[in-house]
């Protein structure tokens, strides 16, 4: 069909366990390039180890991932990540000594090496850097010690260290933990841009941040996939509200 032929990932069938627990079952999910996908559902329904699995982190024990038609699920982390695939944490780590723009430059080319970058980055490479900078809203904080940002602040860094890499697809595991209700509302609006240039998945389980976001959701429970739908319908879900309140 033309739908799984246009996904950019499409995880079929799989299922992961761990020592016998089955923390996936048979779970599909596809997800269009250029499109911007929200994973919500219960502690422990398996959301991260999704990701994990997709990143290569894990191994399914039967299905498989395929990102752009190709199957990654065999394909060494480094493999998948060179594909394209990138995950928040996955980022080098901030360098706390070193300005924003700094960390920001070291990242748009790692290649060159620490000292190289900081040396002498070319006109492009400032360039970069200074989008990145807007990007992530942090322009007016480009000259200060990473460590003096605050923690959203920081969490921006680290988003725009990895978007620094140009992902094709995007992984956020609950970018917005432990952020302010100002911070959750501007980390929905760089997604947005985010999901703009890149295919972006967003697990979170702030309903708030959710709503802001305002795609398509996925609602794992289980290790399966229970519903799809936007958040409009999954709230007047009977069944979706009785797996959040755990009856
Ligand atoms: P979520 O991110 O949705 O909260 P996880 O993917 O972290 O859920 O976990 C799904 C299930 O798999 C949970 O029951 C968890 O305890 C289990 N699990 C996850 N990772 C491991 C692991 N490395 N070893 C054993 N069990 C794990
Ligand atoms: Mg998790």
């Known amino acids: 069909p033309s739908d799984t032929h246009e996904a950019l990932l499409d995880v079929r069938d799989i299922t992961v366990s761990f020592d016998g627990f089955k923390a996936i079952t048979n779970l599909s999910l596809s997800i269009p390039k250029g499109s911007l996908r929200v994973l919500i559902g219960p502690n422990g329904a398996g959301k991260s180890t999704l990701l994990d699995t997709v990143i290569g982190k894990v191994r399914p024990d039967t299905g498989e991932v395929r990102f752009a038609g190709q199957v990654i699920s065999k394909l060494p982390e480094h493999r998948i990540a060179a594909l394209g695939i990138c995950r928040k944490f996955q980022a ?63 969490q921006w860094l680290e988003i725009g260290m ?30 947005h841009t985010l999901a703009g240039r890149h295919t972006v998945l967003v697990i979170d389980h702030d309903m708030h941040f959710v709503e802001l976001l305002n795609a398509p959701i996925t609602v794992l429970h289980q290790g399966q996939v229970f519903r799809e739908g936007d958040l409009h319908a999954l709230r007047a879900d009977p069944d979706v509200m009785e797996i959040y309140l755990g009856r």
């Open 92 to 154: 080098p780590g901030v360098l706390e000594g070193l300005s924003v723009r700094e960390n920001l430059l070291l990242t748009a080319r790692r290649d060159k090496g620490v000292l190289g970058i900081l040396k002498s980055p070319t006109r492009a490479e400032q360039d970069r850097a200074d989008e990145l900078l807007r990007l992530t809203g942090l322009a007016a904080r480009a000259d200060v010690p990473a460590a003096s940002l605050a923690h959203g602040e920081k």
């Open 162 to 191: 990895v978007v620094a890499a140009d992902p094709q697809l995007l992984l956020l595991d609950e970018p917005t933990a432990g952020m302010t209700a100002q911070e959750t509302a501007q980390t929905a609006a760089l997604i």
